[in-house]
Nanobody, 124 residues
């Protein structure tokens, strides 16, 4: 599965962005889809995940109430709507797909395929 992330950019504090992740295969609907991010000098961290069936989601505490993950299996696409952005949200955002057990959803080991990343910069 190849993943193509897009939608990053420069935004002011309090602004919004919507990231998209398009998968290359129709089996997209069989995978949990996640978003992780990595800021300079920091480890990659979990942001959000949506289960393959689409009905169950989970978020990092830093994302709860501000970010919304969704998916459109008919379009092989996952989204991350980010509102009320803060400078600390600045990072490269990666979409990822995996079929590991749900208990691994917040760990990089729970995912097999990764997109190339899209840069989000929040300026103050």
């Amino acid at each position: 599965v190849q993943l193509q992330a897009s939608g990053g950019g420069l935004v002011q504090v309090g602004g919004s962005l919507r990231l998209s992740c398009v998968a290359s295969e129709a089996t997209f609907s069989n995978y949990n889809m996640g978003w992780f991010r990595q800021a300079p000098g920091k480890e990659r961290e979990f942001v959000a995940v949506i289960k393959y069936a689409g009905g169950i989601t989970d978020y990092a505490d830093s994302a709860k109430g501000r970010f919304t993950i969704s998916r459109d299996n008919a379009k092989n696409t996952a989204y991350l709507q980010m509102n009320s952005l803060k400078p600390e949200d600045t990072a490269v955002y990666y979409c990822t797909a995996g079929r590991a057990v749900w208990g691994s959803r917040k760990s990089v080991v729970g995912y097999k395929y990764w997109g190339q990343g899209t840069l989000v910069t929040v300026s103050s």
